[in-house]
Nanobody, 123 residues
Framework: QAQLVESGGGSVQAGGSLRLSCAAS????????MGWFRQTPGKERGFVTA????????RSTDSVKGRFTISRDNAKNTVYLQMNSLKPEDTAVYYC????????????????WGQGTQVTVSS
């Protein structure tokens, strides 16, 4: 059974950094677009960033450009999210997801989801 498991979340002060990992198992995701989404209580899950199957193309929401970097290692079936210059508004549960479609920003395009990892940024 295909599974995505996030790790690396935690608490950090504003300006700090965290690196999230998403380990895939149960199938190979080397042909899938991989994305990161985030959600805060009472709000819809929103797109953060995504990376193409080969890793050559990325797409990010404006609020994280220049601060967050997505990467992948297909040999390890793992996707990473390096988050720098974190802000309190980055506080959320972060979800990893896999899509058989292109670099989509809508949750509808993603077939597999992880359970999420909490990121808390204090001011």
């Amino acid at each position: 059974q295909a599974q995505l498991v996030e790790s690396g979340g935690g608490s950090v002060q504003a300006g700090g950094s965290l690196r999230l990992s998403c380990a895939a198992s149960g199938r190979t995701f080397s042909t899938y677009v991989m994305g990161w989404f985030r959600q805060t209580p009472g709000k819809e899950r929103g797109f953060v960033t995504a990376i193409s199957a080969t890793g050559g193309i990325t797409r990010s929401t404006d609020s994280v450009k220049g601060r967050f970097t997505i990467s992948r290692d297909n040999a390890k079936n793992t996707v990473y999210l390096q988050m720098n210059s974190l802000k309190p508004e980055d506080t959320a549960v972060y979800y990893c997801a896999a899509s058989p479609l292109g670099l989509q920003v809508g949750t509808f395009a993603y077939k597999y989801w992880g359970q999420g990892t909490q990121v808390t940024v204090s001011s």
